[in-house]
Nanobody, 123 residues
């Protein structure tokens, strides 16, 4: 019964910051690669960032490089997404997920998803 629960979303002004958290129930969390995706109404789910099991290797979508930071605390079974200098077009439902496929950037390569946390960025 692996479960992921996101939190930390909310309303923020353009240029502001939020930190999202995702907690996992799996005892093997420290062995899992994890990722963040976002999905706005009427749009496809979009890759945001991913981190390997050790937390020392990360990848980011080009649109968020330099502004977002993904990290993890395996002792707490939690992965984070620090989002700085947010833009209105980044308003979306943000999901964390466990990576078990071969393509880091594709949602098809992730097998377990959280319920999502809403991020709304006002202009």
């Amino acid at each position: 019964q692996v479960q992921l629960v996101e939190s930390g979303g909310g309303l923020v002004q353009a240029g502001g910051s939020l930190r999202l958290s995702c907690t996992a129930s799996a005892p093997t969390f420290s062995l899992d690669n994890m990722g963040w995706f976002r999905q706005a109404p009427g749009k496809e789910r979009e890759f945001v960032a991913a981190v390997n099991w050790g937390g020392d290797s990360t990848v980011y979508a080009d649109s968020v490089k330099g502004r977002f930071t993904i990290s993890r605390d395996n002792a707490e079974k939690t992965v984070y997404l620090q989002m700085n200098n947010l833009k209105p077009e980044e308003s979306a439902l943000y999901y964390c997920a466990r990576h078990r496929g071969t393509n880091t950037y594709s949602p098809q390569s992730y097998d377990i998803w959280g319920q999502g946390t809403q991020v709304t960025v006002s202009s």
